[in-house]
């Protein structure tokens, strides 16, 4: 270090020699103006040590950039520069200054000669140059010579610092298998050294550890694959040693270092492997559906998702009894059992267990196939077991009222074992407490111990156990339902009340109606029902019964040519029959309507009147026609109804009264011609006058007398409408307001007589019907009628000359 410090020293003062008398123009404001005071003039100068002489510009400053190099070792302060001035005639009458960054700590001059020297070594690192100010005064008067001019020291850089790794040591990954010149990693060094400067901070990249399977950029420090398919189960971890050196990698450059780990990450290129190719595993039959019965693996060198295993079974042998599930904390594969075993039944398993991978990397199935296969061996053994009855339950029916010690059925269970013990049966008496039935224990039959009552109970349910007789402890237990049937007794009926048609272009074979039956009788989901003609209608030419064998049955034509005219309705009896205990039947009758149809079959009237009516008629129109006639018959009916309300309504209630045409009493008339005043039909209408008037407003106190009849001439007439007139002016009966009072009188001149209601008072009373009597009988009840009221009258009569 220090020969190589000397070497940049002589170097340097070489170089520095020669620019401190060189002829170069200054470029200090001092020189400037220097320079402006004095005219330029050739001078000749000659320099120190008999230095050659040459003409030049005279100016005020002579001196030239200055360096300090930076880390100098020597014992005497290190030389920087000389300035100097042309006032200065070497007479030691001018005196130079310093001043600025490092003046009088770090640097130092001369004040008679202007030699500038470093008192201590340097660092570029720490501040690369310093900014100072210069002056030449007189030494005795310290009057400037020059104005103050400012100059720079730079500190020259050497190659004193390595590069360093800032963010090292580094980690990288790559998978395995990657080809050459992957990308691992980037490595950055970085030297604090003048990157300007020669080549003290060009870094270059290389490798001292981890060949030949990495390689490094040597100026950019990426960090590649070196080897093709390096394998993550053979080697999984590098260290790398990367190194950086300066001055361009030459010698005497100085270098840094960094390690790098690299692991190579895992890809799916291992297919799974079994330790074995035949796994031998035994199982007791008592084993339970659900429960793992053993466990085999395939291992798989790869790691994480990639070594995960699927495990299957090969259809064959034990596909149906067994199944197979992978663990997933150790990727073994657990085998279940998926249905009862039995010893007695088969005694070994043999089946094949594949193992593949469940995540495969097509860059790798070239290698073959990602899968492995296993034989697996299951020897079922033999467990002491109940009983077994060869059905899961048992359902048995008896009828009520059946005689006690019937037997319903039987039970039969065994033992499956290579003992074959016998078996004994027996019923749980928690399940029979009023013991309605027994069983034989050696042929398992079961029968009833006395009458069983459907509506009292209408099933039973038992509970028969099976004991082996070597072996008491092992049963087994079965349930036996008993359904207490009901004794058939209610014959079938129809199901409903059919509405049957026939259309009149019906053909022969066409089935027109599908009907059912019912039963009261229980249970209705197991009853079945057969139809059939009855043996009178057997030669039935129009239609026959059909049983389709489900409970239902269908009319069936044996012709065609139905018309409604020639008969409108047929009749056809049914014979219907259950199934039940002992079988009833019953006959029923379908009316069958003949009725007219589209020709597509659907209906269009069964009616017997509708054949009369016109053929282009639709049945729209004929609808439209019935209700405007129900409309027009309810506007007559309204019609007459109203005109005998206005006939029933009083002389108060008239819209017309005839009050409005009577003007005043004392008007005198204009005789039977005037017909203005009011109407002469109405005095001659004996229908108009009325007995007994009364008043509505008050209750009548006054009777009427009888009135003697008239005479024919017309004094009779004055004299009876005088009276009227007066019975009427003084009747308390009569309305509040002015009224019409007519008095018709017939006379007694008439052929006939009298036939005003005048006299018909007096009349009636002296009336004789006994000769009603004489005249048949057909005038029996008329004579009745009228004897009765002459004797009522009679009565009446004598009570009152009594009185």
Known sequence: MLTRNCLLLFLWILVNEGSVFSSHKPSSPLGRSRSGRERARSSVGSTRNGAAAFQRVKRGWVWNQFFVLEEYMGSDPQYVGKLHTDLDKGDSSVKYTLSGEGAGSIFTIDQTTGDIHALRSLDREEKPYYTLRAQAVDIDTSIPLEPESEFVIKVQDINDNEPKFLEGPYTAS????????????????????????????????????GQPYFSVDPKTGVIKTALPNMDREVKEEYQVLIQAKDMGGQLGGLAGTTIVNITLSD???????????????????SSAMGSAVGRIKAHDLDIGRNAEVEYTIVPGDGGAMFDITTNEHNQE?????????????????????????AHLDPRFQSFGA??????????????????????????????????AGTIIGAVTAQDLDASSSPVRYSIDWKSDLDSYFDIDPVEGTISTNELLDRENIAQHNISVVATKLNSPVLTSRVAVTVHVLDINEFPPELASPYETFVCENAKVGQVIQIFSAKDQDLPSAGQQFS???????????????????????????????????????????????????????????????????????????????????????????LIAILLCIVILLVIVVLYVGLRRQKKKETLMSSKEDIRDNVIHYDDEGGGEEDTHAFDMGTLRNPKVVKENLYRRDIKPEMQRGPRPPASQDSSDIRDFINQRLKEHDTDNSAPPYDSLATYAYEGDGSVAESLSSIESLAVDFEEDYDYLSDWGPHFKTLAGIFGEQSETHSDSTNTENMH
């Open 174 to 209: 790559v998978p395995e298998m990657s080809p050459v010149g992957t990308y691992v990693t980037q490595v950055t060094a970085t030297d604090a050294d003048d990157p300007t400067y020669g080549n003290s901070a060009r870094v270059v990249y290389s490798i001292l550890h």
């Open 267 to 285: 890809v799916n290129d291992n297919p799974p492997r079994f330790s074995k190719s035949f796994f031998h595993l035994r199982v007791p039959e």
């Open 333 to 357: 594969g657990m085998i279940i059992l998926k249905r009862p075993l039995d010893y007695e039944t088969k005694k070994a398993y043999t089946f094949k267990v594949e193992a593949s991978n």
């Open 370 to 403: 990602f899968k492995d296969t296993a034989t697996v061996k299951i020897n079922v053994l033999d467990v002491d077991e109940p009983p077994v009855f060869n059905k899961p339950s048992y359902v048995m029916d008896v009828y009520e009222d059946t005689p």
């Open 531 to 621: 139809f059939r003609t009855s043996k009178e209608d057997v030669k039935n030419k129009n239609f026959t019964v059909r049983d389709f064998g489900n409970n239902t049955a269908g009319i069936v034509t044996k012709r065609s040519g139905f018309r409604r005219r020639l008969q409108e309705i047929y009749f056809l009896p049914v014979v219907i029959e259950d199934n039940g205990y002992p079988p009833k039947s019953s006959t029923g009758t379908l009316t069958i309507r003949v009725c007219g149809c589209e020709l597509d079959g659907s209906l269009l009237t069964c009616s017997a009147e509708a054949i009369f009516l016109p053929v282009g008629l639709s049945t729209g129109a």
